[in-house]
């Protein structure tokens, strides 16, 4: 039902989005789990570091939910831990993102001319490079830690970011109110600012709630590699690893993080669908 009120945009998508059950499920999960793992330190049963090589890796039981590993350290312990890292290197590693990528975009799409096919020749022999290379040069030259892993992902992910700003940018920059802004003597700051950034804010968060399951994947691909964080601190994508080394005998040691993990992606990807149905104004014809 329609609200009995003249309605902005962003009301509109408001309403749309909370008609969206798969995108409200998958919020309300996301909300969950980043909560679940940010208590990590009250939630946790064990230390996610502590070892217990005489207990090994046991199966699930009432005195550890999702069971040990081979070192006897708690699955549930590691998991929550392991879930902040994942999260916070999706989260951060999307900031790091959309600051180089819409500000690229924005630059290269505004300026047009001989500065946008420059500045778009970069991206393109950026993108040439192997990303699993650059990482690890990245890790041979300063040495392997969780903010390497931010700057690296990050560093990589804001080529396609700079690419849709880009669009918008040359689509938004030839609109009347653009045309009247630059004949009242705006400065070029103040129109990027004030007329294009607002109104390609739509596409940047649709395709930043989609980047984070793209970031994920990354970590938890480099983390596969043996590239990720240092033990003992732990990611999903490092339990997996060890879950597939160790499957055949142990096989709840690569279903508990490889649930988490797939079910995290698919809620935030139900999510992103729903802000792009939701903030496309072609849906809110009637």
């Known amino acids: 039902m329609n609200p009995p009120f003249a309605k902005s945009l962003w009301t509109d998508a408001w309403y749309r989005l909370c008609r969206n059950k798969a995108a409200l499920a998958g919020f309300g999960y996301i909300a969950v789990m980043a909560m679940l793992c940010a208590s990590a330190p009250v939630l946790a049963p064990y230390a ?3 070892t217990n090589l005489d207990l090994g890796a046991t199966p699930p039981s009432f005195e550890h939910w999702l069971g040990t590993d081979v070192l006897g350290r708690d699955l549930l312990s590691r998991l929550l831990y392991g879930g902040r890292i994942s999260l916070m290197v999706g989260v951060l590693a999307t900031l790091v993102s959309l600051s180089i990528g819409v500000s690229y975009g924005l630059v290269s799409g505004f300026a047009g001319g001989w500065v946008d096919s ?3 020749r970069m991206i393109e022999i950026i993108y040439s490079l192997p990303f699993t290379i650059f990482v ?3 890790t041979v030259v300063f040495g ?3 903010f390497l892993i931010f700057i690296a992902i990050g560093a990589v992910e804001w080529l396609t970011m700079a690419r849709i700003v880009r669009g918008q940018a040359l689509s938004l920059k030839v609109q009347e109110y653009v045309l009247a802004a630059r004949a009242l003597g705006q400065s070029p700051g103040k129109i990027i600012t004030r007329h294009l950034l607002p109104n390609m804010l739509g596409p940047v968060i649709v395709y930043a709630t989609l980047t ?3 970031v994920m994947l990354l970590e938890a691909f480099v983390s596969f590699l043996g590239l990720g964080v240092q033990a003992p601190m732990t990611s999903w994508g490092i339990l997996i690893k060890d879950g597939a080394d160790a499957m055949e005998q142990y ?4 279903i508990s993080p490889s649930l988490a993990f797939s079910l995290t992606l698919f809620s935030l990807n139900f999510l992103g669908d729903g802000l792009r149905d939701a903030l496309d104004p072609r849906s809110s014809q009637h």
């Open 48 to 50: 996610f570091e502590s």
């Open 118 to 120: 420059v500045m778009m």
């Open 136 to 138: 690890i040069l990245l």
């Open 144 to 146: 392997r830690s969780i």
């Open 212 to 214: 984070i399951p793209s």
């Open 251 to 254: 096989p709840w040691l690569l």
